[in-house]
Structure formats: structure tokens, C-alpha cells
């Protein structure tokens, strides 16, 4: 054996042990699956077009000057409040669900995904009484009566760009409750989709800050 041979050898050892560890990106990168790896990937991302456009927002409000008082559009914040507290909850359910997965509960998973599931449809419900009743008073995406065109611009975008990631999340749910109704489904598989709810969740509660608190 030569002498460059001899000093290679021990780093190809290396470089295989690396390859065939767990942390090594052989089988599974950062001793992650590749699963829950890709979701902390598409949220990340996510992150950023919602800071993006919540800092939109707020550069949009500061140099308007005036800005529409939200206790004379969102009259009574009894709904919004209920809708949050659900929406909410429903992480706790979304918690309880992988667990129940975690520890193979089948019937204590699925039950626990359908209650996740209901809470995210009150959730789109009340936010579609919402709109509803904000385009009956007048807003439009580029007007309102209330004469600030940004805050309704604002809003639409922002609650319905939520809202859109609400009903992505529900199908993505219905999906993993089937498969787990009929016992095709894994723990990682739930928490994986529970990653995508708990994200869901905690951004709407800066925008519910943003637009119905300050």
C-alpha cells in the first residue's frame, strides 16, 4: 500500500460512517425524518411571506395617517373572539391527536383529528360571516366606506391568504383521519400534519392582534 493510499484510507472510512449515520444525510438528515424535515422547510418559507406581508401592513397603516377605527367596523368582537378561541383549541386537539397516534390509539386519534377538524370549519365559517358582512357594509378589495382603500385591501389579503392555508390544513387533515379511520396511518404522518396546524394557528393570533387589538 503507498503512502497517499494510506492517508486516504481512514477518510473514506470517515466519509461512509458519516454517510450510513442517522444525522448524516445517508438515511436521515439531521437525525430528522425526511417527512417532518420538509414541512419545517415549507413553513419556514411560509414564515417569511407572512412577515412579509404583515409588515406590509403595518408600513401601509403608519404612513396612512388615519386608519379606519376598528371598533366601528368589527362591531362587537364577540365572533372574532370565539373564532380565535376555537382555533386555538383546536391545537390542543391537534396536540392530543399525535399522541393518541404516538402510543398506536387509534379511535383516540381519529376522534381527536375530528375535533380538530370541526374546529378549523367554525373557524372558516365565522371568518366567511365576516366577509360577508364587511362587502354588505361595502368594502372592496381596492375601497370602503370608510375611506383608508389599504385596510380593506389589507385585510382580504391577509385573512383570505390565512384563510386559504386554513382550508389547505382541513383537506390535509380529512386526508390523515381517512387513512387512520382505515389504520393505514403513522405517528410521525399525524405530527407531521399537526406542524402545518400549530403554524396555522399561532400566525393567525398576530393577526388577530394586528387587526382587531391595536
Known amino acids: 500500500m503507498s503512502t ?6 481512514p477518510l473514506a472510512a470517515d466519509q461512509e460512517a458519516v454517510l450510513r449515520s442517522e444525522w448524516g444525510g445517508g438515511r436521515s438528515p439531521f437525525a430528522t425524518p425526511h417527512a417532518k424535515l420538509g414541512m ?3 413553513l419556514a418559507s411560509d ?13 401601509a397603516r403608519l404612513k ?3 386608519w379606519p377605527d376598528r371598533t366601528h367596523i368589527f362591531e362587537g368582537l364577540w365572533l372574532v373572539t370565539l373564532m380565535t378561541f ?10 392530543a ?11 383516540a386519534a381519529v376522534r381527536f383529528l375530528l375535533l380538530t377538524i370541526l374546529g378549523g370549519l367554525f373557524f372558516l365559517g365565522s371568518q366567511a360571516f ?12 381596492m375601497s370602503n366606506p370608510w375611506g383608508v382603500p389599504q385596510f380593506s ?5 391577509i385573512t383570505g391568504f390565512h384563510g386559504f392555508h386554513v382550508l389547505t390544513g382541513l383537506i390535509y387533515l380529512a386526508v390523515i383521519t381517512l387513512n387512520a379511520m382505515r389504520g393505514r396511518y403513522s405517528g410521525l404522518g399525524v405530527e407531521v400534519a399537526g406542524l402545518y396546524w400549530h403554524f396555522v394557528d399561532l400566525v393567525w393570533v398576530f393577526i388577530f392582534t394586528l387587526f382587531y387589538l391595536i
Open 47 to 59: 414564515v417569511l411571506v407572512f412577515a412579509t406581508l404583515l409588515t406590509a401592513y403595518g408600513v
Open 64 to 66: 396612512a395617517g388615519t
Open 86 to 95: 376555537i382555533l386555538i383549541s383546536s391545537s390542543s386537539t391537534m396536540a
Open 40 to 42: 419545517w422547510i415549507f
Open 4 to 9: 497517499i493510499e494510506a492517508t486516504q484510507h
Open 97 to 107: 391527536a399525535v399522541g393518541a397516534a404516538r402510543r398506536g390509539d387509534q379511535k
Open 153 to 157: 385591501a389589507s385585510f382580504f389579503v
Open 130 to 141: 365576516e366577509w360577508t358582512s364587511l362587502i354588505r357594509e361595502g368594502a372592496r378589495l
